[in-house]
């Protein structure tokens, strides 16, 4: 049984998710080695999701990379380094994303784990 999560600590989760500094984002080693993913597949993943509480992420692609922000905050977002077709690093952050499907195959959402708690979002 997974504890609950209060409110303010879910905004603190989200919210470290979407932010660094630049200062963090230069100083961090690029450690990962990045896994090789078809931009097919990156293009399902691309789009708005929606934590509780009303938080909101967006998942954009460019140059064959994917990248998350907070919806609407206009932060610059943060490359998502794939580690394999469905699981990602935010080196910066030392968090991980996992995309989740449906029986079908479709993207219905993701779980963000960062220092042990995880949250999950659906896709809009």
Request: net charge positive; proline share 2%; no cysteine.
């Amino acid at each position: 049984m997974k504890a609950r999560i209060s409110q303010f600590s879910v905004l603190f989760f989200v919210l470290s998710l979407f932010f660094s500094t630049t200062i963090q984002a230069q100083s961090s080693p690029k450690a990962t080695k990045s896994f090789k993913v078809s931009e097919k597949v990156l293009k399902t993943y691309v789009g708005s999701y929606s934590f509780d509480q009303g938080i909101g992420a967006e998942v954009t692609l460019k140059d064959g990379k994917l990248y998350g922000s907070q919806a609407g905050t206009g932060q610059p977002p943060m490359e998502l380094v794939a580690v394999s077709n469905t699981k990602f690093k935010i080196e910066e952050m030392g968090a991980e994303i996992v995309f989740t499907t449906n029986d079908k195959g479709a993207v219905i959402g993701l779980t963000f784990y960062q220092q042990g708690q995880e949250m999950s979002a659906v896709k809009d």
